[in-house]
């Protein structure tokens, strides 16, 4: 048999199981049924270990069973027998055919003695613990629970020795969960619902579990509902995934919102169903207007690059609803309602159904490149400027003011400029050794001229006398090559002296360079295209992370690739070879990684320098760390969407004017009341009649420049209806920047109607409460005459009945015998209690007429005091009595003391028949309440019966057991309630009582009669 999920469950489960395999013997028409396998149930309830079952005829373990279960092959899956077995407990069997002469027999166990008796704790704690499951069992006759060791487990207890009833596990659920519990529960017992619920619990570690428990009820053959057996297991976990995937999705379409970037999500008929902020900014239109929406009915100008309108179908996300292809960075212009034209970069993917062809959404996204677009046009402008410079430089060049000369191989002169001219005079023809000059210096020309001709370069500085005047020119010789030979030599004698005398100061301000760079972050740098080699300033070392001198270096493109963030190479690329391919300035944002492993941002603004033919040769230009710049304008943006989402959720109306009192801005509340179009960009004059503009020009005047004004005024709304408006105007003032005006309008209409409702109201409450006064000092009245009467009318005839009861017992006992006697001391006790009760009806009704005089009580002291009145000392020494330390109360100090000599009395009367009597009273502070509790191990009451324990003449024991009137409780609950106080109580019958109450802890001066 396959140790399949569903096998292992068998194994462990309570119910005995058994595979079965029939065997007919040869000759013989008796079936025996061979038992292959079997759980550990069966074998308990076979009473033989597993070696002795596998292998065995089924009927040498049941033989009573035999005949039965050939009989039930024909009819499988449902019971066919009960075997009364002469115990406690009968058994239901199934069989179940799995194969060709094999059978699955499962015995399930009915009517049996208690659960916890039955089944088998190791192996059943061992399978709901692995499962995560707790089972319990609810006997609804005897009100008693039974948990196993994993629901013990699951409400955080160590042991439970003889269950307890449904309200104390109810006390374990959570309170907003208890009363719909309780709810469920009756409806299951009613028949009316199946028992699959799920609720949280407070552990009693104070842990919240959420829980879900099912059930199933047994009843009796009346159909009464005796027992409910089920399950609980924790969900959690579960329940914590459920909110964590909330948080994911509103986080989703919190990432699309405040995208800079714009998204539409288009249906397959067209309609619009996504529309972030991006796209109601560049289109001009709210969500709530676009969403919808057919995209070919936006009421947007839609151009392409070159300006052309675009036809219906022409539409990026239509094409590809079509299609079924994405598109790429289409370039699109938008001219919007307001007249605002943006230059947008589109891409559009199509999402398809289950089988992979057919588009059910178009996603949309697009880039706002309006600025980047006109940043090309300005770099246009600059190539045009950056080609008349070049054609100046080609004039320059070819007008050359150094001196420029060639001679053959022979030294022989055969190129000269007109400075060279000017400077020697013709070298035409002419030989070194042929000018009238120093033999020193021909030597000299001569030398260098056979070293270049040997194939050298010279770039060397020299002294010549020009005009009486000794000047240093820069003198590069280099040879004239012609494929493999040296035809010649050209020489170039550059004029350097000014240059040399402005070395000095140039070193100077090279230094002032480096230090401004320093300070502004900035590092410069060169790139030649020919070969490959570039220099760095020492800050742009600095910036890298990186130690280096000012001087070349090659695989220069090698090198500032090893620096680039991997993910922004691509990009970095193209804007390059964009530059190459339009001889255009590079400019680019991305990141690089120092030597430190440090992520850094640059900007890079370079310019592309050209030769004489026009290719490239050159790249120069400056780098910028600008991390924390876009740091803060990261930060920026997320401030600006957050200040702009609250605007427009704010609940009030909200307008923002500048400083000639023009709105430009108004929140959503406010453009859904008032016609804001009609205002906007218009000065009180331009919108309003003459007086109504005034008044709202001197309104704002007024709060620019005190600060802030508030008024109440009547605004007239989109459909012509006058709304109460109480208006706040005050300034906003912004650094460096004129001021703004906003203002806080508050619709104020129907709060007026409510209050001048209310005042009406309050007139007619106040003349109602007069009435009741006048009536209430009448009952009054009635109450005192009533309590007079009871004090003095009833006690007379008592008097009388005690005292003629008296004289019967002394003078006439010999003939009233002993049944007389015994009446006679009835009617005399009675008349006690007749007494009793009149005294304690008038304590109670001075309890709630008498006023209340504070001052400040300390409460373990007058504890301890009553404690002391109320017992003698017999009782003192047999009672443990512990008072600990009780906050101090602002009270009536009488009233407060009948409730310590109440409750405290109570406490001694209960605990008297027990043999170690314990009185513990406590008290804590909570907020502005203080908290006193009595404890004690007395006789307790049944909580059944609690909502009388506080009710005038109710008593919860027989008066043979303990004297009394059933007022004092009573007493006790008015003069806490007077107090503006409360008091509950909590028992066991035979375990004890609990009584706890709090009154605030200082004077509130209200009396609650």
């Not at 009595?881 to 009780?886: A, I, K, N, R, Y």
Request: net charge negative; with cysteine.
């Amino acid at each position: 048999m396959a140790k399949n999920h569903f096998y292992e469950m068998l194994m462990d489960a309570p119910v005995a199981y058994a595979r079965l395999m029939l065997k007919a013997e040869v000759g013989k028409s008796v079936k025996k049924f061979i038992i292959t396998d079997v759980n550990p149930a069966f074998a308990d309830l076979s009473d033989r270990v597993l070696k002795q079952l596998i292998n065995a005829d089924f009927s040498d373990i049941f033989p009573s069973l035999s005949a039965d279960l050939i009989n039930s092959i024909d009819n499988p899956g449902s019971p066919v027998f009960f075997i009364d077995l002469n115990t406690s407990f009968k058994l239901s069997c199934k069989v179940y055919p799995v194969g060709n002469s094999v059978f699955d027999l499962l015995i399930t166990v009915q009517n049996v003695a208690p659960m916890h008796e039955l089944m088998k704790p190791d192996r059943i704690d061992l399978a709901t613990e692995s499962a995560g499951l707790g089972i319990w069992e609810w006997d609804i006759t005897q009100n008693l629970l039974i948990w196993d060791k994993q629901m013990l487990k699951l409400y955080g207890l160590d042991h439970l020795e003889n269950g307890f009833s449904l309200e104390e596990w109810l006390a374990y659920i959570h309170p907003d969960d208890r009363e719909r519990l309780e709810y469920i529960l009756q409806q299951v017992l009613d028949g009316k619902l199946s028992y699959d619920s799920e609720f949280r619990i407070i552990s009693t570690d104070g842990s919240e579990k959420y829980i879900r428990a099912t059930g199933k009820v047994i009843r009796d053959n009346k159909g009464y509902a005796v027992k409910m057996i089920g399950v609980n297991y924790d969900i959690t976990e579960e329940h914590l995934s459920k909110a964590a995937l909330l948080e994911s999705q509103q986080l989703y379409k919190q990432v699309i919102s405040t995208s800079s970037e714009g998204i539409i999500l288009v249906a397959n008929d067209g309609r619009i169903l996504t529309w972030n902020s991006a796209a109601e900014r560049v289109f001009a239109l709210p969500s709530t207007e676009a969403i919808g929406r057919y995209v070919q009915n936006m009421g947007q100008s839609i151009l392409n690059e070159h300006g052309t309108l675009l036809k219906a179908d022409e539409y990026p996300s239509l094409i590809t609803l079509k299609t079924g292809k994405p598109l790429h960075n289409n370039i699109l212009q938008v001219i919007n309602g307001k007249k605002e034209t943006f230059m947008i970069k589109v891409s559009t993917k199509p999402l398809f159904m289950p089988d992979g062809e057919t588009p059910y959404r178009v996603l949309t996204t697009f880039s706002d490149i309006t600025n980047l677009k006109l940043a090309e046009i300005k770099a246009i402008k600059a190539k045009e400027t950056a080609e008349e410079q070049r054609a100046i430089l080609r004039a320059v060049i070819e007008n050359a003011p150094f001196e420029i000369w060639a001679r053959d191989v022979n030294q022989v002169g055969i190129l000269e400029n007109q400075n060279a001219f000017n400077h020697f005079g013709s070298i035409l023809g002419r030989k070194p050794e042929e000018y009238k000059s120093p033999e020193e210096a021909v030597s000299q020309w001569k030398n260098n001229n056979l070293r270049v001709l040997a194939g050298e370069l010279i770039n060397d500085e020299c002294i010549y006398e020009v005009d009486g005047e000794r000047r240093t020119f820069q003198q590069i010789i280099a040879p004239i090559r012609n494929q493999n030979s040296i035809d010649g030599i050209v020489g170039f004698n550059i004029d350097i002296t000014e240059r040399k005398n402005a070395e000095n100061t140039l070193k100077h301000r090279e230094q002032i360079f480096k230090k401004a760079q320093k300070l502004a972050a900035l590092g410069s740098f060169e790139y030649i295209f020919s070969d490959n080699s570039g220099v760095f300033s020492d800050n742009l070392y600095a910036l890298l992370g990186v130690s280096g001198e000012m001087s070349p270096f090659k695989n220069a493109l090698e090198t500032v690739r090893s620096f680039i963030v991997e993910d922004d190479i691509p990009a970095v690329q193209n804007h390059f070879i964009d530059a190459l391919n339009s001889n255009t300035d590079f400019n680019s944002v991305f990141r690089i990684r120092r030597k430190d492993g440090a992520i850094r941002s640059f900007h890079v603004r370079a310019d592309l320098n050209l030769d004489e033919n026009g290719s490239p040769f050159s790249l120069t230009g400056l780098v910028q760390d600008i991390t924390e710049r876009l740091r803060a304008d990261e930060a920026l943006k997320q401030s600006e969407a957050r200040l702009s989402s609250f605007m427009n959720y704010v609940p009030s109306m909200i307008m923002i004017k500048d400083r000639k009192f023009r709105p430009f801005y108004a929140n959503h509340n406010f453009r859904l009341l008032f016609p804001y179009e009609n205002w906007h960009g218009k000065t009180p004059a331009e919108s309003f009649p003459e007086i109504e503009a005034e008044f709202i020009r001197m309104k704002d005047k007024e709060a620019m420049k005190s600060g802030y004004v508030a008024f109440e005024d009547i605004w007239t709304d989109r459909d012509g209806n006058e709304v109460l408006c109480y208006i706040q105007k005050f300034r906003i003032s912004i650094s460096g920047a004129d001021p703004l005006l906003g203002e806080i309008i508050t619709d104020i209409t129907y709060r007026k109607k409510t209050e001048n409702e209310i005042r009406s109201l309050n007139a007619t409450l106040e003349k109602r409460i007069e009435e009741r006064t006048s009536a209430l000092v009448a009952a009054n009245k009635e109450l005192e005459a009533f309590a007079y009467s009871v004090s003095h009318d009833l006690r007379a005839p008592l008097r009388a009945i005690d005292g003629f009861t008296r004289i019967l017992m002394e003078d006439f006992s010999e003939n009233i015998g002993g049944e007389g006697k015994k009446v006679c001391n009835v009617i005399q006790e009675n008349a006690v209690r007749m007494g009793q009760l009149i005294d304690d009806l008038l304590t109670f009704s001075r309890t709630g007429r008498s006023e209340l005089s504070y001052s400040r009580i300390d409460m373990q002291k007058l504890a301890n005091a009553v404690f002391l009145d109320v017992t003698d000392q017999v009782q003192r020494c047999s009672i443990s009595f512990d008072c600990g330390s009780l906050p101090f109360v602002e009270a009536d100090y009488a009233l407060i003391k009948q409730v310590w000599i109440n409750l405290i009395s109570n406490a001694v009367k209960f605990t008297s028949r027990k043999d170690s009597p314990t009185i513990t009273i406590k008290g804590w502070s909570e907020g502005n309440y203080c908290f006193y509790q009595i404890s004690d191990n007395g006789v307790g009451f049944n909580m059944k019966y609690a909502g009388k324990l506080f009710g005038v003449f109710q008593r919860l024991h027989n008066l043979k057991d303990f004297d009394g009137t059933g007022a004092g409780l009573a007493i006790v609950k008015r003069i806490i309630q007077r107090h503006g106080g409360e008091i509950n109580a909590t028992a066991k019958i035979n375990v004890g009582a609990d009584f706890v109450f709090k009154l605030p802890c200082e004077n509130q001066n209200v009396d609650k009669q």
